[in-house]
């Protein structure tokens, strides 16, 4: 199946959702894609894929670069627009199924110049994560935790790493499960662990692939007491 995109959508992009046809799902299953190009290949297995929904913000500048969705919340970055002014702060998009329709809910941005507010995007019940990974040459990235309040979503947490470096990329993956958050510094070659009591984030570890290991923890993903890190990088070694 080919997904054509018009030349609208491919200034601004745009996160397409999709549905698959037949008996095999017995109910609406979501695909999210980045369109960048005059034809997106969608690759569909065991089952076509229908497209339901097309989503755009004409004012925006890359949407569409980070996607999430989890049940019926679906979020979407555009990590370089402007949000309430700010040039460069960047902001997410936050859709709620209504039927079979996705609804804008609400969108959420960064608060300072080249804050990268998007550069990825988490979620997972009724917690929103976005890393902001920052400005390099300037200050350290971080991470906004929103949870769902209702029909709105509140800042719950703004979580930094004390690593001494502006450079560190903080925040550029985060992944969520539960009360876990991880999130990767690759410009440290670390992940860090945080850990949800109540309200209150903390602190529960890092990793870390040592010096020379470029890369590490750049992509991480996390599943109950399961830590997932991609390392596209040589390790110390040069391997």
């Not at 089952?47 to 979407?76: K, M, N």
């Not at 929103?128 to 029909?151: C, E, I, T, Y």
Request: glycine share 14%; aromatic share 8%.
């Amino acid at each position: 199946m080919r997904i054509t995109c018009s030349a609208g959508v491919r200034r601004h992009g745009a996160a397409l959702a999709g549905r698959t046809e037949g008996a095999v799902w017995s109910k609406p299953w979501c695909v999210v894609a980045l369109c960048l190009h005059l034809s997106l290949p969608a690759v569909a297995v065991a089952q076509d894929y229908l497209l339901e929904q097309q989503f755009s913000d004409p004012g925006g500048v890359a949407f569409g670069i980070r996607v999430a969705v989890d049940g019926a919340t679906f979020v979407v970055a555009d990590s370089t627009a402007s949000f309430g002014g700010v040039t460069n702060a960047g902001r997410v998009s936050i859709y709620a199924r209504q039927g079979s329709a996705w609804v804008f809910q609400q969108q959420v941005g960064g608060t300072q110049v080249r804050d990268f507010f998007g550069s990825s995007v988490a979620v997972a019940g009724d917690t929103l994560v976005v890393g902001a990974n920052g400005d390099l040459s300037s200050r350290p990235g971080k991470v906004v935790v929103f949870v769902r309040n209702g029909s709105s979503w509140v800042q719950q947490a703004v979580l930094t790493v004390s690593s001494g470096s502006t450079q560190d990329r903080f925040g550029s993956a985060v992944a969520v499960h539960g009360n876990t958050i991880v999130a990767s510094a690759p410009a440290l070659s670390a992940a860090h662990v945080f850990e949800r009591t109540g309200t209150v984030w903390t602190p529960a570890g890092v990793l870390s692939g040592g010096a020379g290991a470029r890369g590490f923890h750049q992509n991480v993903g996390v599943a109950g007491s399961t830590l997932c890190f991609g390392a596209p990088g040589p390790d110390p070694l040069g391997n």
